[in-house]
């Protein structure tokens, strides 16, 4: 018989020892704070980086750090004029040179794939932007002058920043003209973002809701679908996962998905994969996704075998709204997942292990 769960207060005092639920609980308020620290009359930088006719920009960033650049680049893709990019490596693109802008993003300024395409960035004669709360890549902004410094907060995790950074990363970019946004809805929207923070708090809803979900989610894999410009959103749903709760995720991508792998999921009369239907899906949608989009979520919802799953419905006047709730909801998700499943959901020891290994190669 299995052993009667503790209640969730007692499992995040248990477990939380460096106060993740903490810091989801303030990520509303890091965001407002983040979108209004960015004063032009301190970054008179800034006025010479928008008059120059930028080719695109370049989001440099790994892990939780590189997650706003993905953000922004589906904002652009949707909405923008310029194009961006993110891009996650410690080379950069063949084809990027000095007319694209570079924003490079490291919450501990030391991450070593950002600092080596920064070093090739300046070597192609490049324009940088740093968004760090210190280290290596801090320094290197302060004493070069294609280098200019945003700084962030320091003291927790980056993945816990996600606030500080990309409500940064959006301010400047919107300073620049690369997203017409101008702001003026900020207010209602960080309104709205803090009452679902609040909704979805576990821990004041006890029962029903995010904790109850988490408790489905314990023995079972969970797969992750959505459309295109949500894609980055699942992306960063898998990494909280990942590092929050220590759970493996998988992601579709619709339409992509539909031509490819939705023969492994198959359904009534079909051939699919043996382990299907032991899924948990999470569906993550927004309402003004394409028509034919949401046709084929509906109809791939309808026909798959798992009995488990669950369309998490992001709500907002934009498609940056509707990314930010999303991102409010995974994260008590997988804080409250990693607490269930009895992982403190600050540790990260594979990845502290790794960084050791690497550290002795040198």
């Known amino acids: 018989m299995d052993a009667t769960p503790l209640p969730l207060e007692a499992a995040v005092a248990a477990l939380d020892s460096e106060g993740m639920f903490g810091y989801v609980a303030g990520f509303v308020d890091d965001l ?13 930088w800034l006025s010479s980086i928008r008059a120059q006719p930028w080719s695109g920009l370049l989001c440099l960033g790994m892990g939780g750090s590189g997650a706003g650049g993905a953000f922004l680049a ?35 300024g030391n991450t070593a794939e950002t600092l080596a395409a920064v070093r090739a960035a300046l070597d192609r004669g490049m324009t940088v932007l740093v968004l760090s709360s210190g280290g290596e890549l801090a320094g290197m902004a302060e004493t070069n002058e294609r280098m200019h410094l945003i700084g962030v907060p320091s ?11 990309f409500g940064r990363q959006l301010a400047v970019v919107r300073s620049l003209g690369l997203l017409p946004n101008d702001g003026s809805d900020d207010e209602a929207m960080l309104a709205r973002l803090r009452a679902a923070s609040i909704g979805h708090d576990p821990r004041a ?31 960063r749903f898998k990494n909280q996962l990942n590092e929050n709760a220590g759970r493996f995720a998988r992601i579709g991508v619709v339409p992509e998905m539909n031509h490819n792998e939705v023969v492994a999921w198959g359904g009534p009369g079909w051939f699919s994969d043996p382990f299907s239907d032991t ?23 309808q026909h798959l075998r798992t009995q488990a799953a669950w369309v998490l419905q992001g709500e907002g006047a934009s498609l940056l709204e509707v990314m930010l709730h999303h991102c409010v909801v995974m994260d008590w998700i997988s804080v409250t997942l990693a607490v269930r499943g009895g992982k403190n959901p600050t540790s990260i020891g594979p990845i502290d292990g790794l960084k050791e290994h690497l550290a002795r190669r040198q």
């Open 74 to 108: 589906s904002l652009a893709a949707h909405e923008g004029s310029t194009p961006v990019v993110a891009h996650s490596d410690a080379r950069l693109p063949a084809w990027a040179d000095e007319r694209w802008l570079v924003m490079a993003t490291s919450y501990s």
């Open 205 to 235: 809803t006890p029962s029903g809701g995010v904790d109850d979900l988490a408790m489905e989610l314990l023995e079972r894999p969970v797969a992750l679908l959505g459309p295109t410009e949500l894609a980055p959103v699942l992306t």
């Open 279 to 301: 899924q948990a899906v999470l569906v993550l949608a927004w309402p003004n996704m394409q028509t034919e989009v949401k046709a084929r979520i509906d109809w791939g919802v």
């Open 155 to 165: 003291g927790q995790p980056p993945r816990s920043a996600f606030g500080h950074l």
């Open 32 to 44: 407002d704070a983040a979108l209004s620290s960015i004063d032009e009359g301190a970054m008179p």
